[in-house]
């Protein structure tokens, strides 16, 4: 196991040679300056790959903590060479913390007088080096020229002191070619390349380990001490020891490292809530504004029909989103709108109003676009009433790469539709322009320039993109959406001119037809991505209703892994059961933190919490190709979150408990659809499909307390993806 760390004191300059070194802002703000500069204010880190020459320039009172790990040692175990990025000043992600979290645990390690301390190092150091390239590797680097090869062949077998016999034979040589080759393409011949190595680790060894001389000499290919002093002294003009006597770290015992070593531990505590049952305020159930549908098209069957007024006598939305469909329109001289009218009226009798998306880039239509929306405004005002058309909405959707041509068409459309709309007075209710929220190279010069809008929609998914058409790295931390939210509000084109933000389509870590969204951690992840975004988006769209909405549903099993609420006969999934927790929530909001959020009616009390699990590096290695018999395999770790939720200032009395919950026992469809058909992919019945509505609620337990002083303490243990709604009623 080759890493090691150095707490920096002063300005330094330093490079990174057959290291990825991780550089951590101690105290106050550093700077580190390769061919660009990279500002780290403190607890912040920047990963740098091999080869790389970079300047530590430390503020007043700041330090720096230097992680190295060997190149060498990541590709002899995962077989790779990999470029890895990292720099938690530019992007929010709790990786950041956690990867802080793994190095704090090595550098105790380091530190340990336990007997089982090397074995508990590398049980440490392999779970690092799993998260580290899970996280942070970007792409893994194809080299072929021969150059590579050659010293790559080297760094592998270093080691080993392997011969120059044994290196020609590994590339199918005779050892006179390949010493001539060698040289020829490397510089320097083989044996002193082989030896520079060599020496070049043992100096790493020297400065930051307590190994003995003779285990730096054969850890690092050579026969003997007196070997390794001799070639050292050649090389150096100085001998090991003296060598490590002037030049070895020292020590690092100080206050700064003891900070960093804090972190460890801080996600083991139980989960505290205090809740002041006096402190309520009203707010808006931003997450039941906009129901995504999709096309007219959909609606002409029955079944969808019948599941989506469900869903609206359930969830009551306020908007139904569905693509603007002009072609009927351009088929017909004298249009009716009596196609519309079958959908519309449905709609609105189940007192839905309209959000239409435009698609801009359909630059043949987006001409008649004007016309149409004339018309049928003028139309619909005369059926439901101008005070109805008012409430609808308008999305002018952008979704393409950016440049300065198509945004000035994109503005010229909004303009003219604008134009449209006032003449009805429902100027206000245009919006746009769905770009995707981490895409830097579209929402920033988007947001920059003036246009009709006053309400922004935006798309997210865990990517960073270089461009649009290119993805450069997965994100795999859950609360990728706040993130992006909180970096957004931090911008300046934000702080100079606030504006509602709507999540109007999100892209989550599971694809389509993957079993997960069948499962609790679909119910989960919805119940904390909307406690992640409380408060800070006007809308959040919920994104595919209905499995039967998926292309070539029918022909599917029961459950296939569509991403609906609800499977194609109707059974519900663990993510309808989110949705109808978050919709019994009341209407005053009280306190909320990462895993719970808190509701009043006064007297009343509710709490909806989750236990949402990241997904692990083997979902990520299996990921188009998931397996229920692998399930438990897909997430970091299956350890219960234990919360503690204390009130205070209740109005003393009895109170109810009623506690519903979700987890892989309870309400958990695919668990029980698994149970019932084993691995036979059988069609099933109506007994079969009466027997999992039956068995596929979640449970609920009844409890009763007693409040004296206005406190009340209500402590529960949730499962891995487990979800809970918990309602407390005053009785007397």
Wanted: hydrophobic share 35%; glycine share 4%; net charge negative.
């Amino acid at each position: 196991m080759r890493y090691y760390f150095d707490v920096v004191r002063e300005n330094r300059r330093e490079q990174t040679h057959k290291q990825i070194v991780i550089i951590i802002a101690i105290g106050k703000s550093v700077t580190i300056v390769t061919d660009r500069k990279y500002h780290l204010d403190q607890d912040e880190l920047l990963i740098l790959n091999n080869d790389i020459d970079y300047h530590i320039q430390l503020s007043p009172g700041a330090k720096a903590l230097v992680f190295q790990i060997s190149s060498y040692e990541i590709r002899k175990l995962f077989h790779q060479t990999y470029y890895f990025y990292g720099n938690s000043h530019e992007e929010i992600d709790r990786k950041y913390h956690i990867l802080q979290q793994h190095i704090a645990s090595l550098i105790r390690l380091s530190y340990s007088k336990s007997p089982y301390q090397e074995v508990e190092t590398i049980k440490a150091f392999a779970q690092f080096l799993i998260f580290f390239v899970n996280q942070f590797a970007l792409e893994t680097i194809q080299e072929q020229d021969l150059a590579y090869r050659l010293k790559e062949y080297v760094e592998d077998n270093y080691e080993e002191n392997v011969s120059l016999s044994d290196a020609s034979a590994a590339f199918n040589m005779t050892p006179q070619y390949f010493s001539k080759l060698f040289k020829e393409t490397i510089g320097i011949n083989y044996h002193h390349y082989l030896r520079r190595l060599q020496l070049t680790h043992a100096m790493d060894d020297l400065m930051h380990s307590d190994l003995s001389l003779l285990h730096i000499a054969l850890d690092n290919g050579f026969p003997n001490v007196k070997a390794f002093q001799s070639y050292f002294l050649k090389a150096y003009g100085i001998t090991p020891l003296a060598y490590r006597q002037q030049y070895k770290k020292p020590v690092i015992q100080e206050e700064a490292i003891n900070d960093l070593l804090k972190v460890e531990n801080e996600e083991d505590k139980e989960h505290y809530l205090i809740v002041d049952a006096l402190d309520d305020k009203k707010y808006e159930k931003f997450w039941s504004k906009i129901l995504n549908f999709g096309s007219y098209a959909d609606f002409h069957d029955a079944n969808i029909q019948q599941q989506l007024l469900n869903t609206q006598e359930h969830f009551h939305f306020d908007y139904l989103r569905i693509d603007m469909n002009v072609a009927h329109f351009l088929s017909s001289e004298h249009y009716s709108f009596y196609y519309e009218e079958n959908f519309f009226d449905l709609l609105m009798h189940a007192h839905f109003s309209l959000w239409f998306v435009i698609d801009f880039r359909n630059h043949q239509l987006m001409q008649h676009v004007e016309h149409y929306l004339k018309d049928m405004l003028s139309h619909f005002a005369n059926r439901y009433s101008i005070d109805n058309i008012r409430k609808w909405r308008f999305e002018l959707s952008y979704n393409t790469f950016f440049d300065k041509r198509k945004h000035e068409e994109y503005g010229q459309a909004c303009k003219r539709i604008y134009d449209v709309l006032k003449k009805f007075g429902c100027e206000k209710n245009i919006v746009g322009a769905g770009v995707m929220l981490d895409y830097k190279q579209s929402v920033m010069p988007f947001l920059s320039k003036k246009h009709a809008l006053e309400n922004y929609t935006f798309i997210d998914a865990p990517f960073h993109y270089h461009d649009m058409l290119q993805i450069s790295q997965i994100v795999k931390d859950t609360s990728f959406l706040k993130n992006d939210i909180k970096k957004l509000k931090q911008s300046t084109i934000y702080q100079d001119h606030p504006f509602p933000i709507y999540i109007t389509d999100m892209i989550d870590h599971l694809s389509d037809h993957n079993i997960l969204n069948d499962a609790c951690y679909k119910g989960a992840f919805i119940v904390k991505t909307v406690i992640d975004l409380f408060g800070e988006v006007e809308a959040l769209s919920c994104m595919m209703p209905f499995d039967l909405l998926e292309e070539n549903a029918l022909g599917e099993a029961e459950l296939f892994g569509g991403k609906g609420l609800m499977t194609k006969s109707n059974l519900k999934k663990p993510s309808w059961y989110a949705y109808e927790f978050l919709s019994r929530l009341a209407s005053s909001f009280i306190t909320k933190d990462d895993h719970a959020l808190v509701t009043t009616n006064k007297e009343n009390y509710q709490i909806i919490c989750h236990n949402c699990k990241d997904l692990s590096y083997k979902y990520y290695l299996d990921e188009t190709h998931i397996s229920y018999d692998h399930i438990r395999d897909y997430f970091e770790d299956d350890e219960p979150l234990k919360c503690h939720f204390h009130f205070e200032n209740m109005k003393d009395g009895r109170y109810l408990i009623k506690r519903r919950f979700a987890n892989e026992h309870f309400g958990s469809i695919l668990d029980n659809y698994y149970a019932l058909i084993g691995k036979n992919k059988l069609p099933l019945g109506g007994t079969e499909l009466s027997y999992l509505k039956q068995v596929s609620t979640p449970k609920e337990v009844l409890d009763e307390v007693v409040v004296y002083n206005g406190v009340m303490d209500l402590k529960i243990s949730l499962e891995k993806n487990e979800f809970d709604y918990i309602h407390i009623i005053y009785q007397y």
